[in-house]
């Protein structure tokens, strides 16, 4: 998982709230990105940032919401609008700058709509 | 456009025999093609990556994969299981020219005794 950081591990949220899953990373890197997972669904991708102040949606955005503010936090807010949350949250960075574009993962939040 | 299948959803071994898992993968560009591990309720670890180098590609815990650019494969080899294997597999495909990777579907591996 080495120098990302998820938090928390497990969230709870009732039908209708929003909440905020944090993602905080030291490894300097550029690009960050947020997954969700779903059983036998692989990873899709959410948003992602290459660069602070500037984002982008992904394949499944609708009901989701960003920021980067600052390069090593990229938080994700689940709004009431997302029909179906419960899911897997995966964060990952990668160094656009270097040739080896290895993607590294955080260990992940889980959450779970009541 | 870039696609990644994962020809086998759940894969069954016993310890010690040999692993295979298949990735076939389409893309416009030359593909960098990565396999990573993940075990339950974890973030995802990489095994190995091809870009453009070695077709033979050799990664940590004994697995290894080969790139063949005519059957659009890359598939996950190891020659002997062993129960710590037992976890879930994604194929992944990024091309060079691409800013984002695609996952496959996922392979479940389990190891029995």
């Known amino acids: 998982d080495g120098g990302i950081t998820q938090s928390p591990k497990y969230l709870f949220r009732k039908e209708g709230q929003n909440v905020t899953l944090s993602c905080e990373q030291n490894l300097n890197h550029d690009a960050m990105y947020w997954y969700r997972q779903d059983p036998g669904q692989g990873l899709r991708l959410i948003y992602y940032?290459?660069?602070?102040?500037?984002?982008q949606k992904g394949d499944i955005a609708e009901g989701y919401s960003v920021s980067r503010e600052k390069k090593e936090s990229f938080p994700l807010t689940v709004t009431s609008a997302q029909k179906n949350p419960t899911a897997f949250y995966l964060c990952a960075t990668t160094d656009p700058g270097r040739s080896t574009d290895t993607q590294y993962f955080g260990p992940g939040t889980r959450l779970t709509v009541l | 456009a870039q696609s990644v299948t994962q020809l086998d959803s759940h894969v069954s071994v016993s310890e010690g025999t040999p692993v295979l898992l298949r990735c076939n993968y389409s893309?416009?560009?030359?593909?960098?093609l990565f396999w990573y591990v993940q075990h339950p309720n974890k973030g995802l670890q990489l095994l190995l990556k091809?870009?453009?180098?070695?077709?033979l590609v050799k990664g940590i815990n004994g697995f290894e994969a080969e790139f063949k650019k005519s059957e659009t494969s890359f598939h996950l080899t190891k020659p002997s299981a062993h129960m710590s294997d037992a976890a879930e597999y994604f194929c992944?495909?990024?091309?060079?020219?691409?800013?984002?990777?695609?996952f496959g579907p996922g392979t479940r591996l389990s190891v029995l005794p």
């Open positions: 940032s290459q660069i602070v102040n500037d984002f």
């Open positions: 091809y870009t453009s180098a070695a077709t």
């Open positions: 992944v495909v990024r091309d060079n020219y691409g800013q984002n990777f695609v």
């Open positions: 893309s416009s560009y030359s593909p960098s």
